[in-house]
């Protein structure tokens, strides 16, 4: 089946539930792209494994995509193995209550996809009986990759690109923008960070670079010590 076929049949089954199809990028490798309510997460799951025509029975990846004050969508791809196709589908859920069916009941191998979704993004999977921290240490606040998290490695390093943010071929004047997840001056740490870009040995909060360790003056040549008893 085309990836416009997979679409299509997805929301046959779905009827009269409200799904939207479309195609993704990739060319060769686009994919059917199904947007589903999130009340239906569970079932469009089963439907699309159960099916006879689409049979996508290899759970392959679940991940999540944060869409600032549009929500957090979560998506998932599956393939068949019979049929040699595959389909991504994608859900919606409300920044302030970021929660949605577990599917692990129809995809056991989505319990380690949705532990580390619901870590890195706050996602709650409702069902799932084992949402405890899979990379990041127990002690550890916050969600890495909610775009407002702060990347302290930005605070802490320079900007490791080729150029500094606001500088491009074309030249021209250089426009301040600070790199991704880095906040503005002042706003980081206990003590106020100095105004202006941070650099190479900059802590992060501002705290300046360790001085240079002072070495011993190496002695000349000539007042090299030798043996008592040299030859003159």
């Known amino acids: 089946m085309t ?3 997979v679409g299509r049949r997805v929301v046959a089954l779905l009827t009269p ?3 939207t199809a479309s195609v993704s990028g990739g060319q060769a490798h686009a994919r059917a792209t199904v947007d589903v309510p999130p009340a239906a997460w569970a ?6 494994r159960d099916d006879a025509e689409l049979a996508c029975d290899f759970f392959d990846w679940l991940s999540a995509v944060d869409e600032l004050a549009g929500g957090f969508d979560i998506v998932v791809h599956l393939w068949s193995t019979r049929h040699r196709h595959g389909v991504l589908l994608r859900t919606r859920v409300p920044r302030a209550t970021p929660t949605v069916t577990s ?3 129809v995809f056991p191998g989505a319990a380690w996809h949705e532990r580390e979704t619901h870590e890195m993004f706050g996602i709650d999977f409702a069902g799932h009986r084992g949402l405890t921290p899979l990379l990041l ?3 550890f606040e916050g969600h890495p990759l909610r775009k407002e998290f702060v990347l302290a490695s930005r605070v802490a390093k320079p900007w490791p690109g080729a150029k500094e943010p606001g500088e491009s071929e074309a030249g021209g004047g250089r426009r301040v923008v600070r790199p991704p997840g880095v906040p503005a001056p002042g706003e980081w740490g206990v003590v106020p960070a100095p105004a202006g870009p941070v650099t190479v040995g900059d802590g992060p909060r501002g705290a300046s670079a ?3 360790r002072e070495r011993p003056a190496r002695p000349a040549r000539g007042d090299q010590g030798g043996d008592e008893g040299g030859t003159a």
């Open 3 to 5: 990836p416009e076929e």
């Open 17 to 19: 539930v409200e799904a």
């Open 43 to 48: 079932d469009t799951l089963r439907a699309v």
């Open 103 to 105: 599917v692990v009941d």
């Open 137 to 139: 240490p127990p002690e």
């Open 210 to 212: 360790r001085p240079p």
